[in-house]
């Protein structure tokens, strides 16, 4: 255990110093903490639109912003957390992983009272330790500037659905960060190693939730959407590989959290998916064997 | 505590089916400080990682202090350090950073005071601060030495420990193993090219062949043996060019 907690205390002392995580982290709580204000702003537009119109005699449909959650001004982060979040939790882990042997002080670790599960082990914690803040960082300055716009407090019940969706947001980029880790052991090259998992996190955020609704041949020639046959090839291609994204499910257990009344689905199922992800990349993750992870420096 | 430091019996290595180690039988004594010879490619780097425990032996069995490598390797770890070719560190990191991460590795909670101990012996005070990017290849052979003394090990291995050095930095690299060796009573473990290095520093040699052990001694038996010759240099490529027994 303590050579875990050294490992972790570790890998925080790197991500201070090294600077392209940094220049990622900066981009992600800038883009997050203006997520609110762009919420905000549609909200504002939208209402605006919709008071120009009554007026005009035009509609007499209630404000489509009426009685929605205060929480509804935190939607973009979901965006922001699938996009840049996942794509520096991908790079913090290609970065941790290829660390020792860019540093060549693999073989001094190695030489050290440390097994590498532990190595391993401690390496995700500590990243999850720097994630951890992150998102803490992230979820004050959402409260807040979500407080000033609606002009209160955001109560207990909210506050918690706040919380809950920023520890699935650090389950999602610990699942991002294995994958990161995995790739960095695996490749030979720092380029490969980021490519691969940049690539599978592209089929997964992008194509496998449209396997079935966009490559339907007839919605991708004709501008007009085309209605999927239920129980057609394609709905059911869509219906059995877009469970397999996690992104998606992501964007459904947020959606389910945060009140927005436009998202259905299961949060269990949503759930399972993300932890299931997580769970199986830090199984590999912590099964790697010595060898392996010298990879490069073998004799 | 026993009085052999290390110990291998029929110690092979092979790398996709390439011996790299052939049948290391292998005694040193606690207290000696042991030159392995070899030219390039004769398993002295993979015989200090089999007992380093960074490899795992294809064949044979080691001991070191009497821990079997293989059956208990953060045993082994425990009691050894190691200094590798050309050591590296996090560049980006300072010297007390650098060495604070290997002393908790190697199990001292509280490394700070110790580190500054062992800088102070080692005569590298005044840089606790600076990266260690920023050091020349002394001054980190320096912080090497350290991170591998920190724990106070019983088995100290360098491996080609002078390479790289300018002459004023080997004599003071020679002067450190022997004072390690003198007054803290460590058993050194070092590969070298340097047979005069040999000569100034260790008390025994070996000398691999193609991954086998071709001679084993005491320098000053080996100096006895061979009276005719006139330099350890000579001595080594005799027994190098020797045929096969």
Redesign the interface.
């Known amino acids: 255990m ?2 875990v907690l ?2 972790a ?2 890998e925080l ?2 991500l201070r ?2 600077r392209l995580p940094l220049v990622l982290l900066i981009v992600f709580v800038v883009m997050v903490s203006v997520s609110s204000l762009i919420g905000w702003l549609t909200n504002t537009t939208v209402s605006n639109v919709w008071q120009k119109t009554v007026e005009a005699g035009l509609t007499q449909a209630p404000n489509p912003f009426t009685d929605v959650s205060a929480l509804y001004y935190a939607r973009n982060t979901v965006i922001y957390l699938v996009l840049i979040g996942a794509l520096m939790a991908i790079v913090v882990g290609v970065t941790s992983a290829m ?1 020792d042997r860019k ?3 693999l ?9 590498v599960p532990a190595y391993l082990l401690g390496k995700l914690v500590g990243i999850g330790a720097w994630l951890a803040m992150i998102l803490a960082l992230v979820a004050v300055i959402s409260w807040t500037s979500i407080s000033v716009i609606t002009g209160a407090a955001l109560g207990p019940g909210e506050s918690a659905r706040l919380v809950a969706f920023y520890a699935v947001a650090w389950l999602l980029l610990q699942a991002f960060v294995t994958l990161g880790l995995l790739s960095g052991i695996y490749s030979a090259r720092e380029t490969t190693a980021l490519l691969v998992p940049i690539s599978i996190w592209s089929v997964v955020a992008f194509v496998l939730p449209q396997i079935g609704t966009s490559a339907n041949p007839v919605s991708l020639l004709n501008p007009v959407p085309s209605v999927i046959v239920p129980g057609g090839a394609f709905d059911t291609l869509n219906t059995v590989l877009s469970p397999l994204s996690v992104t998606e499910e992501f964007k459904t257990a947020s959606g389910l959290i945060l009140g927005n009344p436009e998202v259905t689905g299961s949060l269990p199922l949503s759930l399972f998916v993300i932890v299931l992800a997580f769970a199986v990349g830090a199984i590999v993750l912590l099964a790697t064997n010595r060898d392996r992870i ?1 990879g490069a420096l ?2 | 505590m026993t009085d052999i430091a290390i110990r291998t019996t029929g110690l092979s290595k092979s790398y996709s089916g390439t011996a790299a180690l052939r049948n290391l039988d292998l005694t040193i004594d606690s207290g000696e400080i042991f030159g392995l010879l070899g030219h390039n490619g004769a398993g002295k780097t993979t015989t200090v990682n089999l007992l380093t425990t960074l490899l795992e032996p294809t064949a044979g069995s080691m001991q070191v202090v009497g821990v079997d490598t293989v059956a208990d390797p953060n045993g082994v770890r425990r009691v050894i350090g190691y200094l590798p070719e050309n050591v590296q560190f996090y560049d980006n990191l300072t010297t007390m950073e650098n060495l604070r991460f290997f002393g908790r590795l190697s199990g001292l909670s509280q490394p700070d005071a110790r580190i500054r101990e062992v800088l102070d012996y080692l005569d590298f005070t005044g840089h606790d601060d600076q990266r260690v990017g920023s050091f020349s290849k002394g001054m980190r052979q320096r912080v090497g030495i350290a991170q591998a003394i920190l724990h106070e090990p019983s088995v100290l291995f360098l491996d080609e420990p002078t390479s790289g050095l300018d002459p004023e930095g080997v004599r003071q690299l020679r002067d450190v193993i022997v004072a390690l060796n003198r007054d803290l009573g460590m058993t050194i473990f070092m590969n070298t090219h340097l047979l005069s290095e040999v000569t100034k520093t260790c008390t025994s040699i070996g000398i691999l062949r193609q991954g086998e052990l071709a001679y084993q001694a005491s320098l000053a038996a080996t100096l006895e043996a061979f009276p005719g010759e006139d330099s350890l240099e000579e001595i080594y490529l005799n027994i190098r060019s020797a045929p096969d027994s």
Do not use: G, K, N
């Open positions: 303590t050579t050294t490992m205390r570790q002392v790197a110093r090294e660390r540093a060549r002080t073989d001094l670790v190695l030489s050290r009272p440390i097994s010298r073998r004799d």
